[in-house]
């Protein structure tokens, strides 16, 4: 029997189709269609601008300052995962810094979102690797665990279950159940045509705004 809290459980795969739904579609058109409920904040991107990032979550959850189960998740990973770690928030130690990223890109993880720090931070902004992170420290982390992967974790305020499918851009990342997805990326794609309909508009100096005075009159507001 497996420890509590220092555990390796099996991975939950994902159709790659269901993943490949998403290609090319805004994180926030996506969390439009998710009743704006689902989503990352607080981490920030330090990767190469203009990137999209797409996959699966293969989730670590680990003692904050520790990496020890980031390693071995490293290991385990299969082309197309997303290494999402639950590091607790806490950025007094870097979780992941520049040769961690490369045996990523080695091993075909499409990225890394972390609820914690890196470091080597230089080595991100011009890199096509997506990663997105709480914050940056050159303070070195331990090995020793505990540490859990293939478990629910929490990631910038989100529950992110493994085999969630990640989408991250400019904006941030939002995750997607699989059970999910077809529904989510028909909507969102429906409303990215609604959008580009809106700023042709624009373009053209057509834009229809009737639905402000609508909204307000609505309220009761006299305009």
Known sequence: ???????????????????????????S????????????????????????LLGTALTV??????????HKALQLGKPGDVLVIDGGGTIERALFGDIMKNVAKMRGFTGVVIDGAIRDAAAYREDGFPCYARGVCH????KDGPGEINVPV????????????VVGDDDGVVFIAPAEAR?????????????????????????????????????????
Do not use: C
């Open 29 to 52: 058109i996506i969390s439009d269609n998710l009743s704006r409920m689902t989503g990352t904040f607080g981490l920030t991107p330090y990767h190469r601008p203009g990137v999209q």
């Open 183 to 223: 529904a989510v990326a028909a909507a969102s794609r429906k409303k990215a045509q609604v959008e580009a309909q809106t700023l042709d508009s624009i373009a053209k100096r057509a834009y229809d705004d009737a639905w402000i005075d609508q909204a307000l009159k609505a309220k009761g507001v006299e305009v």
């Open 139 to 142: 303070r070195g982390p331990y």
């Open 154 to 165: 929490s990631v910038g305020s989100m529950v992110v279950m493994p085999g969630d499918i």
């Open 61 to 70: 959850r680990t003692r904050p300052g520790d990496n020890l189960m980031i």
């Open 1 to 27: 029997m497996q420890q509590v809290g220092f555990r390796i459980l099996p991975r939950r795969d994902t159709d790659r189709a269901l993943v490949d739904l998403f290609k090319g579609l805004p994180a």
